[in-house]
């Protein structure tokens, strides 16, 4: 009974208990009460008949009418008696089977009355019911009956009754076993998964089955935390992988400088030197952790941001009037389409921010002297279409699928400034406002990065 199995299994059995007691007892009450007024009206009849015969005939006339109504077969199951004013008995039937009877009448209706009374008699298996009839002058009529067959149908009944409650119960505790086992599989399934996630397994999600609403919303629930636990540890991996092999080159090259400026005689400007460059590498290696942090945490879903009313256009002219001088430097045309009135959405200003700050820096960086890049913007339906396209060295198509994972950098761009970090950050920044980013680029050419974003609601759950 400790299990939630074997309680749902009692408790069917005792709700199929209390239903066929019910249903017994429902049934009894309807029988009895319909066979003991079959019995009071047969009884009644017969006694009218008497007094008549009595009223018309006399009492010996009554005397002869009783013992014809009563054959030998009969006269253990009926007999009749007629007392005196005095309460003698002046005739009677057949009491050979009746020696147990009480000399006088255990009940006297009050004249012109008649009284019912239910007898143990010794001797007799079952109940008698007895009328007691006012008859004319005083005198009074007694019939007694014992219903034989109405005791014996009663005893079926119980008999049938115990049959049937054995195999309702039964029936009942097997029905409840089937019901709640079937309707717990996919709590057993969720704790064969937790016993796996015990062992470090987290990537066996629990099938849904069709074991309800209730149970199927649990393991759709419980899917979606492991998934996000094996996104954190793959997070986690990942971090850890990246920081083990693409942090060993810079701090390879400090270690360099330093040891190279130490192994040999050096003036202060060369300590300075030095000490000047290894503080850069460090500026940038605090620069590279961090956005390796930052990525792992939006991929990862652990980042809260908290959305405020932007109007996307209005940042695109911030954006484009701070990288107007590296614009101006390289003649690289800087152009802008946008539509008269406000692109407004909710989100988080400093990220996205920073989002089309890599995308255009990006678009500087690989475009060559006298290019052009474009930046647009464009409401669509529910959400705004963002765009920044370049005339610059392009990406091949091979290369396209990779260009967002963290460090990758295509062929062309090795021979630039830059860690491989920018493109995957707007990823993460762009999903982590329920967005899509996706590239169009032709080597040689230039390339084309769309940004959707959702305009959602200020109120809106999905930002929670």
Not at 104 to 121: D, T
Request: charged residues 25%; proline residues 3%.
């Amino acid at each position: 009974m400790k299990t939630l199995k074997g309680r749902l299994v009692l408790w069917y059995a005792l709700l199929f208990t209390v239903m066929a007691m019910g249903v017994f007892f429902y049934i009894y009450t309807i029988l009895v009460h319909d066979m003991g007024r079959r019995v009071d009206e047969e009884l009644i009849d017969d006694a009218l008949e008497i007094v008549d015969i009595f009223a018309e005939s006399g009492l010996q006339a009554t005397a002869r009418e009783i013992h014809l109504e009563v054959d030998e077969e009969d006269h253990g199951r009926v007999f009749y008696r007629i007392f005196s004013p005095q309460q003698v008995v002046l005739a009677a039937t057949n009491l050979e089977s009746w020696q147990h009877l009480a000399i006088r009448p255990e009940k006297i209706p009050e004249q012109g009355e008649m009284n019912f009374a239910s007898l143990i008699v010794p001797g007799h298996e079952f109940k008698v019911r007895s009328i007691y009839r006012h008859m004319q002058g005083g005198y009074l009529l007694q019939i007694g009956f014992e219903p034989v067959e109405n005791g014996r149908l009663l005893q079926l009944f119980y008999e049938s009754f115990g049959v049937a409650f054995a195999v309702l119960v039964l029936s009942g505790s097997f029905l409840g076993f089937l019901i709640s086992r079937r309707a717990l599989k996919g709590i057993d399934r969720l704790r064969e998964s937790f016993e796996r996630v015990g062992q470090e397994n987290f990537n066996q999600p629990v099938a849904v089955g069709r074991e309800g609403l209730e149970i199927e919303t649990l393991i759709k629930a419980y899917n979606q935390m492991q998934q996000r636990i094996q996104t954190l540890i793959e997070e986690l991996h990942n971090v850890t992988n990246n920081i083990a092999h693409d942090l060993r080159s810079p701090i390879t090259r400090i270690r360099g400088m330093a040891e190279t400026t130490l192994t040999s005689p050096q003036s202060v400007p060369a300590y300075q030197e030095m000490t000047g460059n290894v503080v850069e590498e460090c500026d940038n290696l605090v620069g590279m952790i961090s956005t390796m942090l930052e990525i792992a945490e939006a991929d990862a879903g652990v980042i809260e941001i908290k959305p405020v009313r932007l109007d996307i256009s209005a940042m695109i002219q911030d954006v484009s009037e701070l990288f107007a001088p590296v614009a101006e430097d390289k003649k690289i045309d800087l152009l802008l389409e946008l539509p008269a009135e406000p692109l407004l959405l909710y989100g988080d200003k400093t990220r996205l921010q920073r989002a089309l700050a890599n995308l255009l820096d990006n678009a500087l960086k690989y475009t060559p002297r006298e290019g052009k890049v474009t930046l647009s913007g464009i409401r669509e339906d529910s959400q705004l279409h963002v765009s920044v396209e370049d005339t610059g060295i392009g990406i091949s198509a091979k290369e396209q699928k990779y260009i967002f994972d963290r460090f990758y950098r295509v062929d062309l761009s090795r021979s630039t400034h830059g860690n491989g970090l920018g493109l995957s950050l707007v990823k993460s920044i762009v999903f982590l406002h329920h967005g899509s980013i996706k590239v169009i680029s032709v080597e040689g050419k230039g390339s084309c990065f769309h940004l959707y974003l959702p305009i959602a609601s200020v109120d809106s759950s999905e930002w929670q």
